[in-house]
């Protein structure tokens, strides 16, 4: 099975006998994810949240007043990061896969004052995508970064099955509390954990309040799936934290693993000493590596 690819330029597709994905140059983002019937399990990029799977990066979160602050000098520096906006250049692209890297520039420097060269790797394996970040430090000083994935799947993933059948189940217990967001920075109270024997029932009303974010997430994989029905698994290494989110008049529930948070409500100082942050030394490179793999439909 292969997709229309009008613009090799623009976009990428690619798969191997159980999954088909589509990648787009501009902010490397997955734009497909089909399974063995052809059926896109991930969000269609509709009105209430254009985006299908974007990638975060030089921040995850929001910074407060969205201003990086370094050595004196402040800087513009919006929610999530720039990488999702900006085209990258594509370094390999073959029948089961791509990479491609983001470079800095004068213009991100303006917005991010530090090098670095960011690359993403993509690789369908049977019936499993994996994706892999990885940052190198390209600059004379320790680089501060934070970077993470965004995927939105649908909600549900089968016609006619509704959305309150719907759960995460984690690959270990997730007992400790929970983080919240408020106008896109951390909230100072903790959260009421509604994991319960390793699982998280999900509703509509789950996210009015926002994401919902284990800081020190536990497990390192989560089925999301209806019960008796085929889901998908998505799996993570490297990644400290989770991000789960949906909006209200979205039909998708956003699975995120993430290196990095937003800022305190309460924090404002040089960027390098925010919680949370990867402080990458000179020349070196970090990497953290995301899977998702698909349940196929029995005969």
């Not at 019937?37 to 979160?61: E, K, S, T, Y």
């Not at 408020?182 to 699982?199: E, K, W």
């Not at 942050?277 to 490179?285: A, D, I, K, R």
Request: with cysteine; charged share 20%.
């Amino acid at each position: 099975m292969a997709f229309d690819q009008a613009d090799p330029a623009l976009r990428h597709d690619f798969g191997s006998d159980g999954i088909f994905a589509s990648v787009l140059a501009q902010g490397a983002e997955l734009c497909a994810l089909r399974d063995d019937r052809g059926q896109d399990i991930l969000w269609d990029a509709g009105p209430a949240w254009p985006r299908h799977a974007p990638v975060l990066f030089p921040i995850v979160g929001r910074l407060r007043d969205d201003t990086l602050l370094h050595e004196g000098r402040a800087y513009r520096l919006n929610q999530h990061g720039f990488a999702r906006d900006m085209a990258f250049a594509w370094v390999d692209r073959s029948a089961t896969g791509c990479t491609l890297a983001l470079t800095d520039t004068e213009a991100t420097r303006a917005r991010y004052p530090f090098t670095f060269r960011f690359e993403i790797t993509y690789l369908a394996q049977g019936a499993a995508l994996e994706m892999v970040f990885r940052v190198t430090n390209t600059g004379p000083t320790v680089l501060p970064v934070s970077m993470g994935a965004h995927p939105a799947f649908r909600w549900p993933l089968q016609p006619g099955i509704p959305k309150e059948a719907y759960s995460l189940t984690f690959d270990a217990e997730e007992t400790a509390p929970l983080r919240g967001v408020s106008g896109g920075l951390l909230t100072a109270q903790d959260h009421p954990n509604p994991i319960f024997d390793r699982r998280l029932a999900l509703c509509e009303g789950l996210f009015a309040a926002d994401a919902l974010i284990l800081p020190q997430v536990a497990s390192r994989s989560v089925r999301y799936a209806a019960e008796g029905e085929r889901g998908l698994t998505v799996s993570w290494e490297g990644f400290p934290q989770l991000g789960l989110w949906s909006r209200a008049g979205g039909d998708f529930i956003c699975i995120e693993p993430w290196c990095g948070m937003a800022s305190p409500a309460d924090f404002q100082g040089e960027f390098s000493l925010k919680p949370w942050l990867m402080l990458v030394p000179q020349s070196e490179t970090l990497k953290a590596r995301m899977t998702i793999s698909l349940e196929h439909a029995t005969a």
